[in-house]
């Protein structure tokens, strides 16, 4: 039976069998949420032994891309900003565009 006639074979109206589908789906999606929040919770508060070993050296290459992330992003927004404020200089003088783009 296909569900768009499956109201008809329940007797109900389509409104009421629709709404009647939306409460069933929410308290589904409330109690799959509750039960992951519950899971997770477990997972986090239980304590696992860990048998790992940090190289002394990773804490410098983290620090590294860090630096990286940090400069390479100031470099892309200077770059951004110098054109977007050429642009705009362009337009408030009422030159032409052209390609005096800095890179």
Known sequence: MAMAHA?????????GFESRLHRMYN?????SIEL???LIVIVLIV????YAYID???????????????FGGGFAFRSNIK???LKIKKVISG???SSDKID
């Open 7 to 15: 109201w008809k074979a329940c007797g109900e109206t389509r409104r």
């Open 95 to 97: 030159k032409k565009e």
């Open 83 to 85: 054109n977007v404020f």
């Open 36 to 38: 992951v929040t519950i």
């Open 27 to 31: 308290t589904y999606m409330k109690k």
């Open 47 to 50: 304590p696992k032994p860990v």
């Open 56 to 70: 002394p050296g990773t804490g410098s290459y983290v620090f590294q891309i860090i630096l990286a992330a940090i």
